[in-house]
């Protein structure tokens, strides 16, 4: 039971990045799927949530219109579309579920102790 994350680098400001998060040994679509980033020094902030069955989606704040996640059930993969992308220096951004217990309502999906399952990140960092 895993979850493995592909995608991030190093891209320009403005551009796009797709970050996957692909999981094993269980169905995914099944389960809330977070994503988390945290830069060096900070704490990890959650960026967006997608729901289980219909599949609702939920962002952060400071996300603006620029990302969206979204689900394959085929492939069993969660993604996270990030577009105009703005300058920031790196940041790891992870992808969490739990498989033990709900996490409740979208408002405590920020909280990364509400999930126990987690990828092994991926940086992201937007810089020309």
């Known amino acids: 039971v895993q979850l493995v994350q592909s995608g991030g680098g190093l891209v320009q400001p403005g551009g796009s990045l797709r970050l996957s998060c692909a999981a094993s040994?269980?169905?995914?679509?099944?389960?809330?799927l977070v994503w988390f980033r945290q830069a060096p020094g900070k704490e990890r902030e959650g960026v967006s949530g997608?729901?289980?069955?219909?599949?609702?989606?939920y962002y952060g704040d400071f996300v603006k219109g620029r990302l969206t996640v979204s689900r394959d059930n085929a492939k069993n993969t969660v993604y996270l579309q990030m577009n105009r992308l703005k300058p920031e220096g790196p940041a790891v951004y992870y992808c969490?579920?739990?498989?033990?217990?709900?996490?409740?309502?979208?408002?405590?999906?920020?909280?990364?102790?509400?999930?126990?399952?987690w990828g092994q990140g991926t940086q992201v960092t937007v810089s020309s």
């Open positions: 969490a579920t739990d498989l033990e217990s709900f996490p409740g309502p979208p408002s405590s999906w920020w909280h990364e102790g509400m999930f126990g399952s």
């Open positions: 997608i729901s289980s069955g219909y599949h609702s989606t």
């Open positions: 040994g269980f169905i995914l679509r099944d389960y809330v």
